[in-house]
């Protein structure tokens, strides 16, 4: 683009987390659906805030930019989905799958016959 910043660029400074800091939220949640525990809307929200405080953490000066001052809207999950739909389609599939998964009884059985051989031998 003849050497000009892209508008998501030019707008990063206000968005709540940096395209760096998404891109490691969407690495979590990718490896959470990967182990089969999609995260909820509220666990993603969690995650997105320490991601969010580890950057203040490091920096260790109060927050001058509006962005690292203000909470986390109520619409920056939706927000945050159109920008990443890498996440969307998996993120309902999983959800699910896992609910289809849980649903099993040969899975429900496993799990009972590995924590009663944990207990036996304990």
Known sequence: ????????????????????????????LSRLTCAEFPASPALTIQIAEK????????????PTLPSTRRPMGKHWLDRFRNRH??????????IEGVRH?????????TYFEAVTELYLQH
């Open 1 to 28: 683009m003849s050497g000009r910043t892209s508008r998501a660029q030019g707008h990063e400074h206000e968005q709540i987390l940096s395209s760096a800091e998404e891109k490691t939220l969407v690495r979590w």
């Open 51 to 62: 991601v969010r405080q580890s950057r203040l953490w490091l920096a260790r000066t109060p």
């Open 85 to 94: 739909p890498e996440i969307q389609g998996v993120w309902t599939r999983q």
């Open 101 to 109: 998964n849980i649903a099993n009884l040969d899975i429900v059985k």
